[in-house]
């Protein structure tokens, strides 16, 4: 029985239905999502937003664009799923585009769901790598992380994210991993030992609050590899895909010229444009250690979703949207640099994975700001929500992020600029 043929389902708001019958995990803002095309939402009551939060960095073509509708309808005709114990070409086409077009070098590819699922497999493939070169009486299995990353909410993507709000009664967590802060190449060496079985972090923190990696960071890695054999992992979860501009976010910031490559890679969000969809990515020289039974996903890398994925990146690839994402950064920072708004201290990230840092001081003199008692992101949230019309993410207390789509206009970009612009002058009028 569907939502509208029972009475008392149809008797109810979409609020009060998802508040009686959907787990209360996510703290949801108060607009239920109807339809979306481009960078346009619309909510059931028929309002309009702009959507520079695109999903949380997921639609990377935005809403419904017609190459994933059409990839839908075509392979949703032809074949939706077959198990992964049977050969997939389509699965078999995405690894390649992801190896040549995207890696550029040699390497297997794993597909799953999500993101945590990718951190999962990044996890097990340093683990198994290390157990079967060094053997299991050598005890190389820990993993180093970084202070206010995120990894995921599975046991082992909590364990390796370093945040502890997240963690907080789920304990004992699952142990073999170390946090160090962020960009501290001291600390990473002193955190390094025979023990360490890889170092996995972000290129840019999403949710930590859109912090990039600094060369020396990369280079210090890059160190502690060649001393400990251990292997460089990086979650472009978030900040890959093109979201940066580049196929790889840590591309292009890890060392310039000679960037600092990895020993994996995990994918998800903007990889599927808004269907389920996650990977990694193993150099050749480590692939050989998930052999067959060492993993496994029941929906993983489905003929449906890797159609979806490839007609995804194959219009990035063709479309000239990498460019547009570098273009589309510089007119922001043109324009936010203008604005002199003592509400902003700092605009952080790469390409169209930006954060807006707030400055705590300037937001409490805002009025109404204190009283509401939420942090200064997530009250600049509800703020461009409810009074411009403007769809964004908060970053942790002090950041508000923009993720829009990564085929943006320049007409869309500058009503976003407008839109933050106004309400910035607004709540702080000079």
Not at 244 to 265: F, L, M, N, Q
């Amino acid at each position: 029985m569907d939502g509208k043929s029972n009475p008392v389902f149809s008797s109810l708001s979409t609020q009060e239905l998802t508040e009686r019958y959907v787990l209360g995990n996510y703290g949801r803002f108060p607009i239920a999502c109807e339809s979306g095309e481009g960078v346009w939402i619309t909510d059931e009551s028929g309002q309009r937003y702009l959507d520079f939060a695109a999903g949380v960095a997921v639609c990377a073509l935005g809403h419904c664009p017609e190459v994933m509708v059409k990839a839908l309808s075509d392979q949703g005709s032809r074949l939706i799923h077959c198990s992964n114990l049977y050969q997939i070409r389509k699965q078999a086409e995405l690894a390649g585009f992801l190896v040549e077009n995207v890696m550029k070098r040699p390497g297997k590819v794993f597909f799953c769901n999500s993101g945590t699922e990718a951190n999962e497999g990044l996890i097990k493939v340093a683990r198994k790598r290390s157990w079967t070169k060094f053997g299991p009486e050598a005890g190389k299995s820990t993993i180093v992380t970084c202070l206010h990353s995120f990894h995921g909410r599975t046991l082992g993507g909590m364990a390796a994210t370093g945040q502890d709000k997240i963690k907080k009664g789920f304990d004992p967590m699952a142990p073999g991993f170390i946090h160090v802060p962020y960009n501290d190449p001291a600390a990473l060496r002193a955190a390094v030992d025979q023990h360490t079985a890889a170092i996995l972090f972000e290129a840019i923190q999403g949710e930590g609050g859109v912090h990039v990696a600094s060369p020396e960071f990369f280079a210090e890695a890059a160190r502690l590899r060649d001393e400990f054999d251990l292997l460089i992992m990086y979650d472009e979860i978030q900040c890959g895909m093109g979201r940066t501009g580049d196929w790889c976010g840590w591309r292009g910031i890890s060392g310039g010229t000679t960037p600092v490559e990895p020993d994996a890679v995990s994918w998800a969000k903007g990889i599927g444009g808004g269907f389920p969809m996650g990977a990694f990515w193993t150099a050749d020289e480590h692939a050989s250690v998930m052999g067959p039974g060492s993993h496994g996903s029941t929906f993983g890398g489905t003929p449906l979703a890797c159609a979806v994925s490839l007609a995804v990146l194959n219009e990035i690839e063709h479309s000239g949207i990498l460019a547009n994402v570098r273009r589309q950064e510089t007119r922001i920072r043109e324009a936010v640099a203008q604005w002199e708004s003592p509400l902003i201290q700092e605009l952080r990230g790469a390409g169209l994975l930006l954060g807006f840092a707030l400055d705590p001081a300037q937001m409490a003199k805002v009025e109404g700001f204190t009283e509401s008692g939420q942090t200064p992101s997530i009250y600049l949230v509800n703020a461009l929500r409810n009074q411009v019309h403007l769809l964004t993410v908060p970053a942790g207390e002090q950041v508000v992020r923009w993720l829009p789509p990564l085929n943006v206009t320049d007409d869309e970009v500058d009503d976003a600029l407008d839109r933050f612009h106004t309400l910035l002058s607004t709540l702080f009028p000079r």
